[in-house]
């Protein structure tokens, strides 16, 4: 189907452990985001990427590390995951710079 | 840097018109303005988006003064399923991408 989606839904790891959150959109959108909304808060861009092979820091980038070899994906991963890395990240694609967002439902990723 | 500012919460009632407003004073001439709804455990979906005056679509208005300083997200009769967290986001032309912090959206029978 179309759209985007985030795997896993929901991930425990340990302080220290790599962890890989995936991003999956079917529309050919050049950009895609991630961000991480902590509880009752809003949201923080931590990567983004302006097509394939292009990835540009955010407002929160320390500690996590971004790639897109391919337009459809856009995983990120925390090589080394601490407590404070604890949120909820959210994916998101868009055609153009200035154009909609849309979200995917998110991955909510616990530290212990 | 355009920082924007958004009221915590509000509330109001089934059928009434709620305004909400972001500040962002040191808003660029490029820069857009746009707005999202999010409902719990899920990702936040546009509403809306502007550069200037008055933009109208099916489910809201959005209100931005000459000066640019602030923008009102007005939806029209609202709904218990109204009831949301409502963002603000100003991007801009370098792309940085401005959240505000949200406000919740309390819709009363």
Redesign the interface.
Known sequence: DAGITQSPRYKITETGRQVTLMCHQTWSHSYM?WYRQDLG?????IY?SAAADIT?K?EVPDGYVVSRSKTENFPLTLESATRSQTSVY?C?SSPG??D???????TRLTVL | LAKTTQPISMDSYEGQEVNITCSHNNIATND?I?W?QQFP??????II?GYKTKVTNEVASLFIPADRKSSTLSLPRVSLSDTAVY?CLV?SSN?Q?I????TKLIIKP
């Open positions: 985001f808060h809003g949201l923080r861009l983004y540009d955010g959210f998101a710079r200035s909609t967002q849309y979200f995917g439902p998110g | 857009y746009t999202y455990s899920q990702g936040p979906r546009f988006q963002y991007g792309y991408l959240w505000g912090a949200g």
